[in-house]
């Protein structure tokens, strides 16, 4: 999970601990995804960093920092078919 965050710092650039949460939109996941297949990873190594993205924004739902539409639209956004 941990190699998981670096990725995701890497592509938007800055540390994971200060991306606001509320302000991230279904774009910026679809934009991570993009990057990822550039970089020529597998399906299942994307899904895998995406799955950490959507723990984060879980935890983020759960701790009441975005609000239940934004969950719902970054919750569905479907993984990378191998």
Do not use: W
Not at 6 to 29: D, L
């Amino acid at each position: 999970m941990e190699s998981d965050f670096r990725t995701i710092e890497e592509i938007f650039g800055v540390p994971i601990t200060p991306i606001p949460c509320e302000r991230i939109m279904r774009e910026h996941v679809e934009y991570l995804i993009a990057r990822l297949k550039e970089r020529g990873l597998a399906p299942s190594t994307i899904n895998r960093k995406l799955n950490t993205l959507r723990q984060l924004i879980k935890f983020a739902y759960f701790e009441g920092v975005i609000d239940d539409r934004r969950y719902a639209l970054l919750r569905d956004v479907k993984g990378v078919r191998g």
